[in-house]
């Protein structure tokens, strides 16, 4: 079973600091994709990353940062210079399940970028 | 390329009544997938179909639930009759197929239906 756990409920950072985002995951499979979303105000789920097990190097994307560490099962996500359209809900999710690819999730983590 | 829609975007019964939400995934996706967010909780799986075929149910709460994808196009997730405990926030997504055992895919979601039921 995968199980990923998001223990910070909420966030609030002032605008232009940086902020990192915990996820931790946990599966029996030695291969595996992760992800990240983002849920904004609107609701939708806005799918920021994937990535696979095998692949380590850490993902840099204009001012998103993803920290992919597997000796620690943890797939961290990294806002810097944040700003308040950075407002979002955002979820961490698991799949390892080739041919029936269902998303483990995280229960999400608000954060709150403030003015 | 259009992404995922879903309709309604909001739907408000009472209990018993039936509901029926609708999915279009993005065009030439096989794999379709039904999420439910119950208020405050993460995001769980319903059921995955490949093109019409359901490929797991298993996280269909119970005999309430009735999900379609006639022709492998868009799905409907039916709920007859609806209880309280079915409000939530029902999400679709899709995504194409990937290499057996080699590759997964990434979901694109649909925004969502926002179910109360009183």
């Known amino acids: 079973a995968q199980k990923v756990t998001q223990a910070q409920t909420e966030i609030s950072v002032v605008e232009k600091e940086d902020v990192t985002l915990d996820c931790v995951y946990e599966?029996?499979?030695?291969?595996?994709?992760l992800f990240w979303y983002k849920q904004p105000p609107s609701g939708e789920l806005v799918f920021l990353i994937r990535r696979n097990s095998f692949d380590e190097q850490n993902e840099i994307s204009g001012r998103y940062s993803w920290n992919f560490q597997k000796s620690t099962s943890s797939f961290n996500f990294t806002i810097t210079a944040s700003q308040v359209v950075d407002s979002a809900v955002y979820f961490c999710a698991l799949s390892a399940n080739f041919g029936n690819e269902k998303l483990t999730f995280g229960t999400g983590t608000r954060l709150t970028i403030i003015p | 390329e259009a992404g995922v829609t879903q309709f309604p975007s909001h739907s408000v019964i009472e209990k018993g009544q039936t509901v029926t939400l609708r999915c279009d995934p993005i065009?030439?996706?096989?794999?379709l997938y039904w999420y439910r967010r119950v208020m405050g909780k993460e995001i769980k799986f319903l059921l995955h179909f490949v093109k019409e075929s359901k490929q797991d149910e298993s996280g269909m709460p119970n005999n309430r639930f009735l999900a379609e994808r006639t022709g492998g196009t868009y799905s409907t997730l039916k709920v007859q009759p609806a209880e309280l405990e079915d409000s939530g926030v029902y999400f679709c997504?899709?995504?194409?197929?990937?290499?057996?055992?080699?590759?997964?895919?990434?979901?694109?979601f649909g925004p969502g239906t926002r179910l109360l039921v009183l």
């Open positions: 065009s030439g996706h096989d794999n």
């Open positions: 599966t029996r499979d030695t291969t595996y994709y």
């Open positions: 997504a899709s995504s194409r197929r990937g290499l057996a055992g080699l590759s997964i895919e990434t979901q694109y």
